[in-house]
């Protein structure tokens, strides 16, 4: 496979499309291998990830084709058990296509560390106090990294914030860290731990809490995409996405059904590549609630001609280096195969496989409604738990969405009749 543009890809074999996948991205029989082998994590290695051990868990990886961001095609490894998702991100990264792809850019790989000091009498003095002090402590931050230091610079800047609290001021350091391909927790959390009695001594204060910030702000992947109305199908569709986007805008209760669609996308690619899910969540929906009120991540707008643009800015605390990326067999596979070589890349990936996703969700939404494609792929779920064999299932699929009674009891029901 040299394009990761393929009619009719869905219809090959699981091994079909494992052996194109593998030489799209030049995986070697091995690399295949840690993808189609159920059994690629050992028990011995799971052994040595988290504590009390007892096995380990499969789900499946599909391929999202179709995507072209900044001209260069990707094909997305997504790990996820939600049915219709790797189709929608691939049939919207398609539509997409027409207008030139997904455009993205990144702030950098800057993570913060907060540094928590309570009990200060003047916290306007102490806070001028650090700052000017700024260069003493990031050299004691960097004194802890100097691998980092030499790749990136490590700990770049301060930033000092006074918040009212239930107990009183607090005086909260930041330390603004370049953690390069790694995500950087444990670069970060050591600095902040480090800095904590210098920052004591300069306030007077008492330092609590030294941990990172999952508010990733330093670090934010961009994507736009535009979507023509003819792609869409037609005017009205690119309206009722706009329509369905304000509505998100304007309300925290679907804000945070349009956000889990984005999220859709996202979080199969963040456990593909072996990132920590509950990190990037975090982010995104503390991103989404900066303005005091919870809201949409991304914004639809229809441009001059009518069509549809789209834009999401998102905190991706994410990296490529250290974690599970590097231990697990398959994550690394699955890095191969999405072919991104830095963190930043991995970052705006994610950023338009997010944008995608809730194209294809609002568009659904819009037009349809989802329940129409859903059905059919809970149907063919059902079948395979009622115990269909592949020769079966498009019989017993077709049987349950004409007499719509999609149940396991139905399908079992077709199954002792055929
Ligand atoms: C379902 O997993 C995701 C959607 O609910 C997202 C949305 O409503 O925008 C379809």
């Known amino acids: 496979m040299k394009t990761n543009q393929y009619p009719g890809f869905h219809k090959l074999s699981v091994q079909e499309r494992a052996a194109e996948a593998a030489e799209f991205s030049g995986l070697t029989e091995e690399e295949l291998g840690c993808l189609t082998n159920p059994g690629a994590l050992s028990l011995e290695t799971a052994n040595h990830v988290i504590e009390n051990v007892i096995g380990t868990y499969q789900l499946p990886i599909g391929v999202a084709m179709n995507f072209l961001i900044n001209s260069k095609e990707y094909i997305i490894p997504m790990v996820v058990e939600e049915a219709s998702v790797v189709a929608a991100a691939s049939n919207a990264a398609k539509m997409a296509r027409e207008a030139g792809g997904f ?3 990144y702030t950098g790989n800057i993570m913060i560390a907060q540094v928590q000091c309570i009990g200060v009498a003047n916290p306007f003095f102490a806070r001028q106090t650090i700052l000017h002090h700024k260069q003493e402590i990031l050299d004691i931050a960097n004194a802890k990294d100097p691998v980092l230091v ?9 930033e000092v914030r006074i918040l009212d609290s239930q107990i009183g001021p607090m005086v909260v350091t930041h330390l603004l860290v370049d953690t390069g391909d790694a995500m950087g927790a444990n670069a970060v959390n050591t600095m902040a731990e480090a800095v904590a009695p210098t920052i004591e001594q300069l306030t007077g204060g008492t330092v609590k809490l030294r941990i990172l910030s999952n508010l990733a702000d330093h670090r934010l992947a961009r994507a736009t995409a535009k979507f023509t109305k003819e792609a869409v199908g037609g005017e009205d569709v690119v309206d009722g996405v706009v329509a369905a986007y304000a509505f998100a805008a304007a309300d925290p209760y679907r804000a945070s059904t349009s956000n889990k669609g984005i999220m859709n996308g996202i979080d199969p690619v963040i456990v593909a590549t072996g ?9 995104v929906h503390s991103y989404c609630a900066r303005s005091g009120r919870y809201t949409s991540l991304t914004r639809w707008e229809k441009d001059a001609n009518g069509d549809l643009t789209g ?4 905190p991706t605390p994410v990296g490529l280096v250290g974690g599970a990326t590097k231990i697990h067999p398959a994550a690394q596979a699955c890095v191969k195969l999405l072919g991104v070589t830095t963190a930043a890349e991995l970052a705006q990936v994610i950023a338009a496989v997010g944008l995608a996703q809730n194209f294809a969700a609002l568009r659904a939404l819009a037009t349809d409604g989802i329940q129409k494609g859903h059905m059919k792929l809970h149907a063919r779920n059902l079948a395979t738990v009622a115990g269909a064999t592949e020769g079966q299932l498009d019989e017993v699929v077709a049987k349950m969405i004409s007499a719509q009674n999609i149940s396991v009891e139905y399908a ?5 009749s055929l």
């Open 311 to 314: 834009s999401v800015e998102l």
């Open 275 to 283: 990132n920590d899910w509950r990190g990037i969540e975090a982010g």
């Open 150 to 158: 030499k790749i990136t610079g490590g700990a770049k800047d301060l």
């Open 103 to 105: 455009t993205t850019s």
């Open 412 to 416: 079992k029901e077709i199954l002792s």
